[in-house]
């Protein structure tokens, strides 16, 4: 990949891919840190221009996420920490106040499940192209989707009391 190539890619899809980092480890500088290594092996690794990056990027980033945790030989739920309270760029990054009160309650939730709400609602993927993207099936996609919407219902109802 040229590097004017990489900076357009970064200009189109560096928030995105960002905003899944943190959804995954929940840490803002770790976040920094899955996201730089995508564009980095982007540049590194894709010739064709023309290559569906955007998946691509996402896939990149999930697998060096799985990867880091395996190192620690850690359970992932285990690390995950709260942002800190003056540490509000995801505030920031998203739009409006709903999608801000809906991010938050999606970090509440289990890895799986906040992964599968987040890649359908933020990035706008179909179960099929989640399932392609996880390695799973599409009726186990489709499972987790309801069962993380059931948790958000009951995360929203738990801070409206």
């Known amino acids: 990949m040229k590097p004017d190539e990489l900076e357009c890619a970064y200009h189109a ?7 899944y980092a943190l ?12 996201a730089s290594d995508a564009f980095y092996k982007a540049f590194l690794s894709l010739e064709d221009s023309r290559a569906p990056l ?7 980033c999930r697998n060096s996420y799985l990867d ?26 998203i739009a409006g106040e709903e ?5 938050r309650w999606l ?5 799986r499940y906040r992964e599968v709400l987040y890649m359908t609602y933020f990035l706008g993927y179909e179960i099929r192209e989640i399932a392609a993207l996880t390695g799973q099936t599409q009726g186990a996609v ?18 409206q009391e």
């Open 54 to 60: 955007r998946y691509w990027l996402l896939r990149v």
């Open 142 to 159: 489709r499972t987790a989707l309801c069962r993380a919407r059931a948790g958000l219902r009951r995360i929203a109802k738990e801070e």
């Open 23 to 34: 959804s995954l480890c929940r840490d803002p500088h770790e976040a920094e840190e899955l």
């Open 99 to 103: 999608r801000q009160a809906l991010y």
């Open 13 to 19: 899809y560096g928030r995105e891919v960002y905003l």
């Open 107 to 111: 970090l509440r939730l289990p890895p």
């Open 68 to 93: 880091r945790v395996r190192r620690r030989k850690a359970h992932p739920q285990e690390e995950w920490r709260e942002l800190p309270a003056e540490f509000d760029v995801a505030e920031h990054l």
